[in-house]
């Protein structure tokens, strides 16, 4: 009788133990981008953009983090995607390539359902043929698509939201040079999705960043900017897009956030 009570309990350890380590499992964040698409050097730059911002997390308890190539067919795609928690995207027109494949736009579902965060930047939501648009937007919230999509080069003051983790400490508006999509395509009905930036735009105040906590408990955020590798240099660009992907995660944030770059992380081909 010992004996069994004594197996009980240590199968009811190693139960415990294995539950215990279940919880602390790290969180997987898969960070997508393909080659340059043409745009001159300097801008759309989507692998070097997504080492940055690796960088910026690396110190990020409980988060590993993996950089993938999603080119051409990328048919191991949504086996990739779905070993992941969360996702930031940034591709050539990433609406469209999220709707045109079947198995990835299930795979995003599916991430979406487990509660996976989705981050979204500059023409990972774009779209030029409307049709890529309501499947996008039930996903991340927001999307520039369509023929009649907006978009400027400018120089213009961007204000923060007050009271977000993504714009935490971003307390008062700031100058940069742009490209921002704007007037962009989301379900009227949302009233949970946030504008967490506002761009000066033809004398508007035009959302060009959001956060929205989505009904199935999950999160999605996205930034219409970065179309200028250069940005990232920016301290605002680097505390508010760390810190956005990182709510959607809904991990703590670290006490030491986000981590310090060197000069050669912002270089391209670093």
């Known amino acids: 009788m010992f004996v069994r009570h004594s197996l009980i309990a240590l199968s009811f350890c190693l139960f415990s133990f ?5 919880d602390k499992a790290p969180q997987q964040l898969l960070l997508l981008s393909q080659k340059p698409d043409g745009h001159p050097a300097a801008t759309h730059e989507y692998e070097p953009g997504q080492k940055v911002l ?10 590993e983090i993996s950089l993938v190539r999603a080119d051409g067919d990328w048919t191991d795609g949504p086996a990739i995607i779905d070993k992941a928690d969360h996702c930031v995207l940034f591709v050539s027109e990433g609406a469209k390539w999220v709707n045109n494949d079947p198995a990835r736009r299930h795979a ?7 509660k996976g965060g989705l981050s979204v930047f500059h023409w990972g939501m ?3 043929e409307a049709a890529h648009i309501d499947t996008f937007v039930q996903l991340f919230g927001a999307c520039h698509g369509g023929p009649d999509r907006k978009y400027k080069f400018l120089e213009t003051t961007v204000t923060p939201a007050a009271d977000h983790p993504a714009t935490a400490g971003l307390t008062k508006p700031f100058t940069i040079k742009e490209e921002f999509y704007y007037a962009l395509k989301r379900d009227p009905g949302n009233k ?8 000066r735009i033809d004398d508007n105040d035009e959302m060009v960043s959001w956060a929205w906590t989505r009904p199935d408990g999950g999160r999605s955020f996205g930034f219409s900017g970065l179309h200028y590798h250069n940005n990232w240099q920016r301290p605002e660009y680097q505390s508010f897009l ?4 990182l ?14 770059l060197a000069v050669e992380d912002l270089e391209l081909g670093k």
């Not at 995003?108 to 487990?114: G, I, V």
């Not at 949970?192 to 761009?199: E, G, K, N, V």
């Not at 809904?250 to 030491?256: F, G, H, I, N, T």
């Open 108 to 114: 995003f579902r599916r991430m979406a359902e487990r």
């Open 126 to 128: 774009g779209t030029r």
């Open 18 to 22: 294995a539950a215990i380590a279940a």
């Open 54 to 63: 690796a960088k910026l997390l690396r110190d990020v308890p409980q988060l």
């Open 247 to 260: 709510w959607t995660t809904q991990l703590p944030q670290p006490k030491s956030f986000p981590a310090t």
């Open 192 to 199: 949970d999705l946030i504008p967490l930036l506002t761009a």
């Open 242 to 245: 760390a810190q956005g992907v």
